[in-house]
């Protein structure tokens, strides 16, 4: 079974596309993330970002079994903590994306959001480590996610191992493991989409299956929809690929290829 864990929306993706892609990559569940990165939608525009969440939310509706949706949502916007809520409770989205760009992770605006995630326990995928674009990734650095702790029962994920900061990310989550927290109850896991590049990945990736454990991993393909499944499934090949190369177990390459998204997700294998 392979979960892809973070895969984006553009707003000009349907079902029919999307599924035809996920079976071309013989994925069997696909996180869908509120487009954001594309226009007309923007980070910053908080109508744009509702009318993301309504794109995804119609764009999933029937197809629950195999497209799980995840609400964008900006802390730093008047009306944060209502438009996740609307996005949880009325158009019947599983979670929240969410991207620290001027705004930090332990801001009480966050909190606020967070709250009203873990009150329906509902998952959170942060955005951790630079961006691509360029635009200043001082916000996203794994330790401020600290705060989030303050929140019992909250799931979230940390993207792409918070490369460059990938060290960091890994004592973050180890902080659980040292305790004794079982990966179930852990309050962070980490996905393996993009982040390192490819002269890093290799053992960035070993120091956190090494340190975390499979089941605090999980895969991600962090392509843009629509495209086609051959795009997603060079992305599943190179990480069975390196976790193959890092002996990682049968067992193991199935729990971060799906168990741990699963988990995560409150969802099971079936």
């Known amino acids: 079974m392979v979960v ?6 553009s707003g000009r993706e349907n079902a ?19 487009p954001f990165l594309t226009e007309p939608y923007s980070l910053t525009d908080a109508r744009a970002l509702r009318q993301a969440n309504e794109h995804l939310a119609r764009l999933i509706d029937g197809h629950e079994d195999r497209l799980v ?11 944060a903590t209502q438009d996740a809520r609307h996005a949880l409770e009325d158009l019947g989205l599983t979670g929240l994306k969410m991207v620290p760009s001027g705004w930090y ?3 009480d605006t966050a909190l606020a959001v967070y709250e009203v995630a873990a009150r329906v326990r509902a998952p959170i995928l942060f955005h951790a480590g630079v961006f691509i674009d360029g635009r200043s990734g001082r916000y ?9 702790r303050e929140h019992a029962g909250l799931r979230t994920t940390l993207a792409h191992l918070g490369w460059p900061w990938c060290d960091e990310a890994i004592a973050l989550g180890i902080i659980d493991v040292i ?11 980490f996905d393996l989409s993009f982040g ?3 002269p890093y990945r290799k053992d960035a990736f070993g120091k956190a299956l090494a340190c975390l454990g499979p089941d605090r991993l999980q895969f991600g393909s962090d392509r843009f929809l629509p495209c086609s499944g051959a795009h ?5 090949d190179e990480v069975r690929r390196l976790l193959t190369e890092l002996d990682a177990s049968a067992q193991a390459i199935d729990q971060v290829m799906a168990g741990t998204a699963l988990a995560w997700l409150d969802r099971s294998a079936a």
């Open 4 to 9: 892809d864990a973070h895969l984006h929306c």
């Open 16 to 34: 029919d596309d999307v599924l035809h892609s996920l079976d071309e990559a013989h994925v069997d569940v696909a996180v869908l993330l509120a």
């Open 69 to 79: 949706g995840l609400a964008v949502v900006n802390p730093a916007l008047d009306g």
């Open 105 to 107: 992770p332990y801001d």
């Open 140 to 148: 996203c650095r794994p330790m401020f996610f600290e705060a989030v």
């Open 179 to 189: 305790n004794g927290v079982p990966a179930n109850e852990s309050t962070f896991r």
């Open 196 to 198: 390192p590049p490819p």
């Open 232 to 236: 997603i499934a060079e992305a599943v």
